[in-house]
């Protein structure tokens, strides 16, 4: 489809990009291209109208990548494209007879128009933006691309560039196989711009192609190839290549004067002048003053290049028409004038949609449910101003139910519910109870950052849902006790008039709950768990550990709590848990020494204990 041999000249400049890089783009689809495509393939009993299906799974692949589309329709075909057309419906239709259009019955696209009628009802249901411009859609495509409205055009046609393309995405594919930059779809990019800089290679030589070799509109000269083209190309440039082509009818006098030039004997074929090549390379040449050959380097290339012209020439001008001034019209001249172009996504239509695929496509109407559902969620997610004062054809998140990370996206699969019931009775009970989960039939994967902006309050529940729950964190006695100790000197006795912290028993007891490998580490532990039911040599036991602590004394500042002042001297006195000495009408040492003596433990003269037997 297009100009004869233009892939070719442009594959050079071609670059196999995948997918994901058209996204955030403004692209102009020609929907005849994949419509052709698909119809070229049989159809199968099990999947009517092939054109339909592949349409919208591509469209959806569009949509979900966030690229901003708009298909371009065919308007009326161009008489120089008729015989084209009917070439082109003998193999599409099968040979069917197309409806007469008050044109040349067998060339015109009244059927296939048919065809585009439905894919356009089809994206119309998907929210997508259709236009239909005077002639042809890559003709419209090129004027979108041209005055800066779309990024790029994806078609099969070549013709784009005749018309003012810039950039054409070609061969554009959702495949999932091949090689790594393929994967996830892939598409050939072709940007003109390259061409032109490197090769002097524009929209006038693409057109001066099309005249010599070929396209959808004429079948270009018999006999001139791709190569004989290219050398003229070289030699002649971008803005002089019609005006070149022209003067081969115009200037017959200048090309006979080139052609006695050429085909004359009595001039050398290296160097051009008066002589034989021959003669020259033995004697020499006055006029290129060589005593021995001559100069060949100038005009044996200009000769070739002069003889490729005059042949091609020959050839073209055996037609009378040539060039074609329609044909170049039709490439140069706009037909439609676009200022501005909508491509707001609007609301999908579900319910018709369901009924519109059950009816052209034959599909069940749950499968129609869940290959367009995640169209409708999505559109909501990314148009959350718009489904405010909206009910209708709007589903509401349910809760989300885990993260996802599908092609390394950070994603929520969310659940969703139909809160109003618009959608109930849409598929038969029978389709639900064969499909089971229903749950899965509503559940839609959704990149994080739309769920986020959409639902925030959502997000929040699902997040919060999943932090781990807040443990009253066991204490540890080890720490309690460095606590305990912190800042505190435990080296023993000390006379220092600096505070020190006052210790009580207790700060030297440790609960019985206490696991017996901390109160084992620790220095400054006593186990509590024995205590209560020990005999004496326990106690004893117990109040020699206690004895054996390094007791800090006690500290005016402490003291003072407690209503009590010492005096400089007596803050210098150690203190320890135990008196070393009796002291005089000590109460408790009255008291112990009177029970002792009546009970026959010490001496009432002696002041000494009685030995046991």
């Not at 239509?349 to 969620?377: A, G, H, M, Q, R």
């Not at 054809?393 to 599908?406: A, Y």
Request: glycine residues 6%.
């Amino acid at each position: 489809m297009g100009i004869k041999y233009l892939w070719p000249i442009l594959s050079p400049f071609c670059e196999r990009k995948p997918l994901y890089e058209l996204q955030y783009k403004r692209v102009a689809v020609d929907l005849s291209c994949w419509v052709c495509e698909s119809q070229n393939i049989a159809e199968y009993t099990v999947q009517p109208r092939m054109y339909l299906r592949n349409l919208y799974f591509r469209t959806c692949y569009l949509l979900l990548m966030d690229v901003h589309v708009v298909f371009v329709l065919e308007g009326r075909a161009p008489e120089l494209k008729y015989k084209t057309i009917a070439a082109r419906n003998a193999v599409q239709f099968k040979g069917a007879k197309p409806k007469t259009d008050r044109v040349k019955v067998g060339k015109d696209r009244s059927r296939f128009n048919h065809t585009l009628k439905q894919c356009e009802e089809m994206l119309k249901l998907m929210g997508i933006a259709c236009v239909k411009g005077e002639g042809e859609a890559e003709a419209l495509c090129a004027y979108l691309n041209e005055d800066g409205l779309v990024d790029g055009i994806i078609s099969q046609d070549s013709d784009c560039f005749a018309y003012g393309a810039r950039v054409v995405y070609r061969n554009f594919s959702i495949s999932q196989q091949g090689n790594h930059a393929a994967k996830g779809g892939s598409v050939d990019v072709y940007d003109i711009a390259k061409a032109n800089e490197s090769l002097d290679f524009g929209r006038n030589k693409i057109i001066a192609l099309a005249l010599l070799c070929g396209s959808d509109y004429c079948d270009g000269v018999h006999g001139i190839g791709k190569e004989s083209v290219v050398k003229l190309f070289n030699v002649v440039s971008e803005d002089e290549i019609l005006k070149r082509l022209r003067s081969w009818k115009d200037r017959a006098s200048y090309y006979g004067k080139l052609e006695a030039k050429i085909g004359d004997k009595s001039l050398c074929t290296l160097c051009g002048h008066s002589g034989r090549a021959q003669g020259h390379t033995k004697k020499g040449c006055l006029e290129c003053g060589t005593s021995q050959g001559c100069d060949s380097g100038k005009f044996e290339n200009e000769r070739l290049e002069i003889k490729n012209e005059l042949n091609m020439r020959s050839k073209a001008l055996a037609d009378p028409s040539f060039p074609d001034e329609e044909l170049v019209n039709e490439f140069l001249v706009k037909k439609s004038n676009v200022s501005e172009l909508n491509l707001e996504w609007t609301k999908p239509d579900l319910i018709n949609f369901v009924k519109f695929t059950v009816k052209y496509l034959t599909w069940e109407e749950i499968y129609s449910f869940e290959k367009f559902f995640p169209i409708l969620t999505r559109w909501q997610l990314l148009h959350q101003d718009q489904i405010k004062d909206e009910t209708q054809g709007i589903v509401t998140p349910k809760f989300i139910k885990k993260r996802r990370n599908p092609k390394g996206i950070a994603s929520y699969e969310v659940v969703w519910e139909d809160k109003n019931n618009q959608f109930k009775g849409l598929i038969p009970e029978e389709q639900l109870a064969e499909f089971g989960d229903v749950e899965k039939l509503w559940s839609t994967v959704e990149p994080q950052n739309l769920v986020e902006n959409a639902y925030p309050v959502l997000v929040e529940e699902f997040e919060d849902s999943k932090k781990p729950k807040n443990r009253k964190k066991k204490k540890n006695p080890v720490d309690e006790i460095d606590n305990l100790l912190k800042n505190v000197s435990i080296t023993g006795p000390s006379k220092s008039k600096k505070s020190k912290k006052l210790h009580t028993l207790d700060d030297f007891v440790v609960k019985a709950s206490t696991p017996k490998k901390v109160v084992q580490n620790c220095s400054f532990c006593l186990d509590q768990s024995n205590f209560g039911d020990e005999n004496d040599l326990d106690v004893s036991d117990i109040v020699d550990k206690i004895i054996d602590k390094k007791v800090p004394p006690y500290v005016p500042e402490n003291l003072g709590k407690l209503g009590l002042k010492l005096t400089d001297e007596e803050c210098n006195i150690d203190c320890s848990f135990f008196v070393d000495e009796m002291v005089e009408n000590d109460l408790f040492e009255k008291t112990f020494r009177e029970y002792c003596i009546s009970s026959g433990e010490f001496d009432s003269d002696e002041n000494t204990a009685v030995t046991n037997k």
